[in-house]
Structures are given as structure tokens and as C-alpha cells.
């Protein structure tokens, strides 16, 4: 296993792709300052697939809408090759935990109007379409609309049309957790698979220490209230990964790992609680 202080200094190091730097975002509420977010520095390089892990309320959507450009951090920035992410744009897509599909549309349709806004004609639209819905296994279905298909099948045509866009960096947030336990597994490997064809850069976040780790070159562990990396690591874990790499010590290593470091910093986050709750009951009683 390698920490990423390692990698940093490894020699053929890829590209970088998207570069977090001194991120922080605060969200004002009913007059209060909630920080979401402390200081996050993190590069994805080019072709790299990391995932994002943390307890849930930890800010990885905070980060992730900050990476794509969809919200800005109070301070610190977001780059790309292209140069700073200042708002959306067609060079990082974006997957979203329920597939956001336009439900009077088919499949088809709903991925060939995201090329046509791209200027791309629509009989060469149409022919892109049905190349990615057979590279996300929808060869069949393009003539179907959303509601004729699962939950998991949306997740596919969700993703055939980010895809479609060619995005530099794709970034996903929890795509799989409204799925059931077999389909979920199933994307995994299906993700994994699509991923080998596109060769896409992936930044995937998750809950699920299991998947971040089964998915991740790059493991990226969040700790909550404030969101602060508390760990990144790098399994020597083989490639493309199946099934089997979960029986391995190396897997087992990294999951603890990640496990203990989430634990750790829950632990540390409820004796503060406890602590605040007696200090203000102490407070009444005085
Ligand atoms: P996660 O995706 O890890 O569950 P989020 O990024 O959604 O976490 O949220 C992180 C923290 O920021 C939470 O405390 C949440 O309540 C707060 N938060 C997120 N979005 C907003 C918002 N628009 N306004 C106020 N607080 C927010
Ligand atoms: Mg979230």
C-alpha cells in the first residue's frame, strides 16, 4: 500500500487533470456559520479512477459540486488543464446519485440532445447515441423511455449521455446507492469495464468504504464537521480489478485502514458532543 505523500514524488507521475487547492466552503444558516469544508488539496491525474469516501454530512457533495463547478468555495481554487473552474462546463460531467433523465424522452433521445447541443448534426448525434447506450450494455432499449427501465438501466443512459459529452474528469456522486445491493455490484464492474473503454478520469464518491476501496487507484478518506482529508492511500491492487481482489490481504489492509481512520474520527466527533452536552448541562444546573 502506498500513501500518497509517495506518489507525489514518483517519477512518470500522469498529468494532472483537476487540481483542489486550499479548498473551504462555510454555508451561512439561520444566522449561523456551518463549515462544510477545511482546506482541501488534492490533484487527480489524468486517467486516474479516485474515490472519495466519508461518513455521510462529511461534505463530499459539497466537494464534488465545488470540483464540477456547480457551487464556489469560500476560499482556495479549482483547476483544470484547461485552466480555473469558475462554473460549469461540458469538460467535467457530472453523475448524480438518481439518473436525471427527461421522462418524455427515450434513451436515445435523451443522449443524442445532449450531443445536439454540442452543435454535433443529428443523424451523426443519433449514431454516437447508440454507440455509448451498446458501451453502457443499453443495446436494445434505445427506443425505451425512462420509466420503462430500472433503476440501474437509468444509471446507464445517466451515464451514456454524461459520457457523450467527452469530459475531461467525471465526476460521481453516490451513483449506486439508490440501487439494490446484486444491481449495485453489478455497475460496479459494469463502471469498471466502461471506464477501461473510455478511459475516463474519475473522481467517484461514496459512503461505502467496500466500493471506494473495490473501485479506487486513489482512496481519498474524509473525516466530518469540517470536512478534512484524513487519509489517502494507493492499494497495490491489480488491474482491471474483479471480484476476487476482496479476498486478497491487500484489500482487506486498505478497507481496514480507511475503517479505522472513518472510526477514529467518528469516536473523536461523539466524545466532543458528549463533552459539549455535559458542559451545557453542567451550564443549566449552575
Ligand atoms: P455529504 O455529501 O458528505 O453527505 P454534504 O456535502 O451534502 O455532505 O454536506 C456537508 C455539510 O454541509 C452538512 O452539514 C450539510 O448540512 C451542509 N450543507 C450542504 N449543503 C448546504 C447548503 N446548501 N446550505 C447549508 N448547509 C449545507
Ligand atoms: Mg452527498
Not at 420509466?147 to 453516490?174: F, K, Y
Request: hydrophobic share 40%.
Amino acid at each position: 500500500m502506498t500513501l500518497a505523500s509517495d506518489l507525489a514524488s514518483a517519477p512518470n507521475t500522469p498529468p494532472i487533470a483537476l487540481r483542489v487547492e486550499g479548498v473551504s466552503r462555510t454555508y451561512s444558516r439561520k444566522g449561523r456559520n456551518v463549515r462544510a469544508l477545511n482546506n482541501i488539496s488534492l490533484s487527480v491525474l489524468t486517467g486516474e479512477f479516485m474515490t472519495i469516501v466519508g461518513p455521510s454530512g462529511c461534505g463530499k457533495s459539497t466537494l464534488l459540486q465545488i470540483m464540477g463547478g456547480f457551487d464556489r468555495p469560500s476560499t482556495g481554487t479549482v483547476a483544470t488543464a484547461a485552466g480555473p473552474v469558475t462554473g460549469p462546463s461540458r469538460d467535467i460531467g457530472m453523475v448524480f446519485q438518481r439518473p436525471t433523465l427527461f421522462p418524455w424522452w427515450t434513451v436515445e433521445k435523451n443522449v443524442s440532445w445532449a450531443l445536439r447541443c454540442g452543435g454535433i448534426k443529428r443523424r451523426e448525434a443519433l449514431r454516437r447515441s447508440r454507440e455509448l447506450l451498446e458501451l453502457v450494455g443499453l443495446r436494445g432499449f434505445e427506443t425505451a423511455f425512462p420509466n420503462e427501465l430500472s433503476g440501474g438501466m437509468q444509471q446507464r443512459a445517466a451515464l451514456a449521455r454524461t459520457l457523450s459529452l467527452e469530459p475531461s474528469v467525471l465526476l460521481m456522486d453516490e451513483p449506486f446507492s439508490a440501487l439494490d445491493a446484486q444491481t449495485r455490484e453489478l455497475m460496479q464492474e459494469e463502471l469498471i469495464r466502461i471506464r477501461q473503454v473510455a478511459g475516463t478520469t474519475i473522481v467517484f464518491v461514496t459512503h461505502d468504504i467496500r466500493e471506494a476501496v473495490f473501485l479506487g487507484d486513489r482512496i481519498v478518506a474524509l473525516s466530518g464537521s469540517p470536512g478534512e482529508i484524513a487519509l489517502e492511500l494507493t492499494p497495490d491492487l491489480p488491474r482491471p480489478r474483479t471480484r476476487e481482489v476482496m479476498r486478497s490481504q491487500e484489500f482487506l489492509d486498505a478497507y481496514e485502514a480507511v475503517w479505522a481512520c472513518i472510526r477514529d474520527q467518528a469516536r473523536r466527533a461523539s466524545a466532543s458532543t458528549r463533552a459539549g452536552m455535559r458542559q451545557g448541562d453542567e451550564g443549566r444546573t449552575t
